[in-house]
């Protein structure tokens, strides 16, 4: 079948010998830029820096980006600083070398189209030559005859092309698809074992899955499968978004292989929020906390969100983080069944009780050098600030006003501003303390006032109580 990608005069063998077995574990964080990095994808990848550093094991970074048509231009570059700012660090990786590369699916299509092509050769694959007309055809009967939708049985008419067939319509110029022919029976299950969820299976597949698009690149089903065997992946960590696909890349692995995948599918669950009443995916185009970056732009200390996405993903995580409160995170003793398998609501009052704690924590150097990262170029004044962060610090009981380094304009909003109020003083016994404080500061509440008359300065003071 040399017709198909002629220029194709490698084997798969070729590649299999090219990226020999590794001697440890190997994960993969394997994000598609079409959007900046999500939180989910940050808890996963912390969950599998520290299992790969737990099992003295490779963790690299591969970009998924065969879906052209939903790229976001700068999303790879953005991903990449973003895991770098909350210091989740790759052995291997795309930007970061390695002997297992390239690691951006779009430099690999001659791989892929080696494999789909041997494929083809051993008749586990075959040319498609169906038009979206011919589909859309097929699924106006498959809906009146009541049949499952889709490129199976019968309606699988590109099945049984003759090579002469083949070789005629791409003589002709037909755009073609690459088709998987599943090969386990169906009516029966595909199984596999979760270290996190346990036995796990599905109904074998019926559909035909596309392999290679016409325009000769894969679509994720078919890349991921042969990336993950090159690069010798011991544990495929995914969101649970392709818990239901598993049966389709297990039939793939056994069409190449005759084998089921030596890599673990581990599949943690997907962040959601509540919508009306219902629970639905939380969505980077739609939420802005559904981006690693946005806390960073906040002001969260780094650490709140690794704590709390570890919170998420780990049943008894928070638990360890009660009796370990100053412990790196990266000790925590990471198991593979206290993997959640709900899908946990995001809760940013919890994310704020978190950061608050931490905030409360730091020393006042530590909350000096956080300040001016952060307000860095922002053209604000930070003696005051750093002054009003300092009061009760390093003490038995550490004010927890703020949760960011953001909220600190809202919180101490009277370091800059005077406040809007007014109060009315009975003559008779003069300013109470409270009003004193409403006069200063326009709150009822917050730090001494002795402290903040100081950082206010007399001048300041005696404008306000005037
Ligand atoms: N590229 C897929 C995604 O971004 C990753 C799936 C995987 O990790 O295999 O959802």
């Given amino acids: 079948m040399n017709i198909l990608f002629p220029y194709i005069d490698k084997k798969p063998e ?42 003295k094991g490779v963790f690299y970074l591969r970009i998924e980006d065969t879906d052209q ?3 976001v231009v700068d999303a790879t570059e953005r991903m990449v600083a973003a895991f770098n700012q909350y210091g989740v660090r790759f052995d291997e990786g795309y930007t970061f070398g390695g002997n297992y590369g390239p690691y951006i699916q779009s430099e690999r299509t001659e791989i892929y189209q080696t494999f789909a092509k041997n494929l083809v050769e051993r008749g586990r694959a075959y040319p498609c030559f169906c038009t979206s007309a011919d589909l859309e055809k097929t699924r106006e009967i498959q809906t009146k005859n009541k049949t499952d939708i889709g490129y199976h049985g019968q309606y699988a008419t590109c099945q049984n092309l003759t090579e002469a067939q083949i070789k005629q319509n791409i003589t002709d110029g037909k755009p073609f698809a690459i088709r998987l022919r599943p090969s386990t029976p169906a009516g029966t299950r595909i199984g596999w074992n979760d270290p996190s969820r346990g036995h796990m299976e599905l109904p074998a597949i019926i559909n035909h899955p596309i392999i290679l698009k016409s325009n000769g690149t894969p679509p994720y089903n078919f890349a991921h499968v042969i990336d993950d065997v090159l690069m010798r992946t011991s544990h495929v960590v995914r969101g649970e978004e392709w818990l239901p696909s598993t049966a389709e890349h297990i039939e793939i692995h056994r069409a190449m292989f005759d084998t ?4 673990a599918y581990v599949h943690p669950p997907v962040i959601c929020v509540d919508e009306d009443g219902r629970k639905r995916k939380l969505s980077k185009r739609k939420d802005r906390h559904a981006l690693a970056e946005t806390f960073i732009e906040n002001g969260y200390p780094k650490l709140a969100l690794i704590d709390y996405l570890l919170t998420l993903y780990n049943t008894d995580y928070e638990m360890w983080r009660i009796e370990n409160p100053t412990a790196p995170y990266a000790d925590f003793p990471f198991r593979f069944e206290k993997i959640g398998k709900n899908s946990p609501l995001f809760d940013i009052n919890k994310l704020n009780h978190i950061s608050r704690n931490i905030i409360a924590r730091k020393t006042k150097a530590e909350i000096n050098a956080e300040v001016d990262e952060y307000f860095a170029g922002k053209n604000i004044e930070t003696t005051k600030i750093k002054a009003i962060l300092a009061v009760d610090r390093e003490t038995e009981k550490p004010r927890k006003d703020i949760a960011s380094y953001s909220e600190i304009l809202t ?14 003083i009975d003559p008779t016994k003069g300013m109470t303390m409270k009003q004193k404080r409403m006069l200063l500061t326009g709150r009822e509440t917050g730090p001494s006032l002795d402290a903040i008359m ?3 300065g007399p001048k300041e003071v005696a404008a306000r109580l005037k």
């Fill in 411 to 424: 919180e101490y909003d009277y370091l800059f501003n005077r406040p809007n109020v007014t109060v009315e």
């Fill in 454 to 456: 100081e950082i206010l």
């Fill in 14 to 55: 070729h590649y299999l010998s090219k990226y020999p077995p590794r001697k440890t574990t190997a994960l993969r964080m394997a994000p598609s830029p079409t959007g900046y990095l999500h939180i989910g994808s940050l808890g996963m990848a912390l969950t599998c820096r520290m299992l790969s550093n737990q099992s």
């Fill in 260 to 263: 089921d995948p030596t890599w």
């Fill in 69 to 71: 048509k939903r790229e």
